[in-house]
Structure formats: structure tokens, C-alpha cells
């Protein structure tokens, strides 16, 4: 199962119109439900994707959908991105791998243990079947009585989907819903009339349009900086691997600081280290370093600093270009990053000491993928001032797969003018420039 990259086949490939209501820059999990739930209102949409449907970390992320330890603010749209969850594998007729087996978050030192009994407040408060596990019921849910963790917080109604495939079939079932999508479909530049959308310049040619959602993902600041708007963003890149099948363990999924596993479908474990995540170094590292002094006393322990390399440079152009430009979307289609071969050797090492039922359990394939993250870990879902129905969906920092479905229909309402079923202002764009405090939100 490689993961997707430039040279991947082609399976979006939609002839593109020359007028859509909305046009929707990126076909990740945020683009495409999106889009799914713009279609169910009857409005014509248009999904631009320079690469792949679900070519980044749509399909490269834990594949977990979760409510434990989400930010407060987000935790009323995720348990409605379940419920959605459920309606998907019911509406689409297709098999997306969702189930709720529960999440378990494991402690490993005290300090974990009381942030646990902290969460439980908002647990209560939100009516979640949340609870906290002694180290013996710890043992007994992962059938290992020898095992280092302290405690444990389970959620039992708590899931998993399976990234490489749910993504794509939500895809196909929008197409049939009349949603046009096409792969190697950059969109170059967005086109204005008296301060309001009138069209997107793609690759491909112009669209005319009344509104458009930059769905880009790790690639959202770069498009926005080109008509001047500033969004602080930056990337971490992690490390994932999966096993072979093994009969036995868990079936939802655990994390801790140091290790984290989940029971994937094909009966192998996708698994993680916890704590450990690479920045490479570049241009907007400096710009933003100032934002993002808040987030680095949260997160400093866990991020390794590297000198940039080739991708990231072309992620993060040194200049503009104009609508008849080839653009850094064009040149790199589809971010896959090599995965770091330590965080690999460490994960087998980790497979042994925490999970024992995995140590003579081989690595079947390991991957990397491109988390972006603004200064509080929140995401963005809000219109940008200055720019009439030009919407952003973005900075969902390794958390949008689970709250993905849940977010797509927040930005269908917003783009129709509807009424937000949720309060919004934990998400505004203009909390990063209207002097607020960052308040950080759970960390990666």
C-alpha cells in the first residue's frame, strides 16, 4: 500500500467547468466533505486538487476520530463529525473503515495522570463516556500486565477510519452528486470584483465563481501570501509505520508522550512515537518565529530541528508569481517526505518494550507526512476580512481526519450565509493580528 505521490495514477479527471458556485482549492478530508455537503444543498461545486485527493495527510495521518483531548471549542463539532462518520458508511455504500472501538491515552508519569483527572472536567461537562483506568484495568484492556503506564483515560465511543480509502470514497460519492473533481488542478490565482470573488485562474484555464474555500492544507500560507494575506503556519513532519496482521490486541486505538498504535483493518497496527516530530528549518521559520513562541514552550521537547531540504524549499517560495506562472503547486503535486529511518528503528524498539504482542510482528511499510499547524494548535474556518466569500479551512495541526466530516459541513453553511450551528470564535481567521493572546490548544 504506497502511499500516493506525483507519479500516482490519475483517478479525479473531471472536465473542468467554466462556471461553479463555489470552487474549492485542496481534496483533502476538509475539501471534499466540503464539498459532499455543498452538493446535498444543491450547490454546484468545483474540487481543484494539484496532486491527489487525499495525497498528504489525508491519507498519512493515525486515521483516528476522536473527542478525548480535544480543545474545548472543538469538541462539539467532532462529536457531530461522528455522528457523520456513521452517516458516511451507511449513505455512501462503501466501505471507509469506520468503527468506534474507543481511544485510550496512557500516562506516563504523574504529570500525565493529573492532566487526565484536569480533561475529565470537560469529559462531564460534555456528557462523553470518558473514564479513568487503573494500571491493572490498563493491563487488562491491552492484555499486558507488565506494562510501564500509570493510568489510563478511555473513551469508549471514540473511532477509527481507514485514511488511504475513506477519503477517495467520499470522493467518488460527491461526483455522483454532481461535486466536479480534478486531479493535476492547480489553482494559480483568485480573481476579484469590487472587493468580491468573481473567479479562480487554474492551471487548466479560468472558472467564473461566487465563492471559493482554500482548503490547502500544509500549503495554505504559501497560497494566501500571494494575494498578501498572512497566515501564520508552519510544518512538522512525522513518522508513521504499519505491521503485518496480528491476531491479537486492542482494537481501538492508545497514545502516549512516548508511543502510540492503533488496530488498523488488515488486522496490522499503524504506530507512532508520540513525542516526536521533525521542523525543518526555512524561511518561515524567522517570519514567524514571534507567533509561534507560545507554542514552542508546549511542544519543544517533542520537535527536532533539521536543516531544510529540497521539498521544503519548494514549499516555501522566496517570491509571487502571477496567474500565467507555473507555481511551487505545479512543481511539487504531492508532499512524501522520506520518513526518518531513527523514528522507524525507535518504533520497533518501542513495539517491544510497550506492546510485546508486536515484537516478533514485522514492518510492513513506513511513510512520512507533512502536519501544518498554526500558533494554537486551532484551526481556521472563517471567512478572510478583506476578501468577500473567500473562506479558509486550515491549521487543522494532525487533528482534521476525525473533525474533518464535521468541519466540511461548518464551511457548506458558511459559504451558503447560513447560521453556525457552533460557536465560531475559537476559529476566527483575525485572532492572529486583533492583539488576542494565544492560548494554545492540545499539542500535535
Known amino acids: 500500500m504506497p502511499m500516493l505521490s506525483d507519479d500516482s495514477p490519475v483517478t479525479f479527471n473531471d472536465a473542468i467547468p467554466n462556471q461553479a458556485d463555489v470552487v474549492i482549492i485542496g481534496g483533502g478530508v476538509i475539501g471534499i466533505s466540503t464539498a459532499w455537503f455543498l452538493a446535498k444543498a444543491g450547490v454546484s461545486v468545483l474540487v481543484c486538487e494539484k496532486g491527489r485527493v487525499a495525497g498528504e495527510q489525508s491519507s498519512r495521518n493515525w486515521g483516528w476520530v476522536r473527542q478525548m483531548g480535544r480543545d474545548e471549542a472543538e469538541l462539539p463539532i467532532v462529536t457531530q463529525s461522528l455522528n457523520i462518520w456513521e ?86 460519492a460527491a461526483q455522483k452528486k454532481g461535486v466536479k473533481i480534478v486531479e493535476n488542478c492547480a489553482v494559480r490565482a483568485i480573481e476579484t470584483e469590487v472587493g468580491a470573488i468573481s473567479g479562480v485562474v487554474t492551471e487548466l484555464g479560468a472558472v467564473s465563481t461566487k465563492a471559493v474555500v482554500c482548503a490547502a492544507g500544509a500549503w495554505s500560507s504559501t497560497f494566501l501570501r500571494n494575494i498578501n ?57 524567522l517570519r514567524y518565529f514571534t507567533d509561534f513562541l507560545p507554542t514552542l514552550k508546549v511542544t519543544w521537547s517533542g520537535l527536532r530541528f533539521r536543516l531544510t531540504d529540497g521539498l521544503t524549499k519548494r514549499l516555501f517560495p522566496a517570491r509571487k508569481w502571477h496567474a500565467d506562472e507555473v507555481t511551487p503547486f505545479e512543481r511539487t503535486r504531492v508532499l512524501n517526505p522520506t520518513p526518518n529511518p531513527k523514528v522507524v528503528n525507535q518504533i520497533k524498539t518501542e513495539m517491544a518494550t510497550h506492546l510485546p504482542l508486536l515484537a516478533k510482528t514485522e514492518i510492513a511499510e513506513a511513510w512520512a507526512g507533512m502536519i501544518d499547524a498554526p500558533p494554537d494548535f486551532v484551526p481556521v474556518m472563517d471567512e478572510i476580512p478583506g476578501y468577500k466569500s473567500l473562506f479558509l479551512a486550515s491549521g487543522f495541526s494532525g487533528h482534521g481526519f476525525g473533525i474533518g466530516p464535521g468541519a466540511g459541513k461548518i464551511m457548506a453553511d458558511l459559504v451558503q450565509g447560513k447560521k453556525a450551528e457552533f460557536d465560531l470564535s475559537r476559529f476566527r481567521f483575525s485572532r492572529f493580528s486583533d492583539g488576542s493572546p494565544i492560548v494554545v490548544g492540545p499539542a500535535l
Open 87 to 172: 452517516e458516511f458508511r451507511k449513505e455512501i455504500g462503501e466501505d471507509i473503515g469506520f468503527t468506534r472501538q474507543g481511544l485510550l491515552f496512557l500516562a506516563d508519569n504523574e504529570k500525565d495522570e493529573k492532566e487526565f483527572e484536569e480533561w475529565m472536567e470537560v469529559a462531564k461537562q460534555h456528557q462523553l463516556a470518558t473514564q479513568i483506568l487503573s494500571p491493572a484495568e490498563v493491563g487488562k484492556s491491552l492484555n499486558h500486565s507488565e506494562h510501564p503506564w500509570k493510568a489510563g483515560m478511555y473513551t469508549s465511543s471514540d473511532g477509527r477510519a481507514e485514511p488511504f480509502t475513506a477519503v477517495p470514497a467520499i470522493a467518488k
Open 229 to 285: 494575506v498572512t497566515f501564520p503556519q508552519l510544518l512538522v513532519k512525522g513518522t508513521v509505520a504499519r505491521t503485518k496482521p496480528c491476531p491479537d490486541g486492542f482494537l481501538g486505538g492508545a497514545c502516549s508522550e512516548k508511543f502510540s498504535f492503533r488496530r488498523r483493518q488488515d488486522g496490522g497496527f499503524t504506530l507512532s512515537l508520540g513525542n516526536y516530530l521533525d521542523h525543518y528549518l526555512c524561511a518561515d521559520s
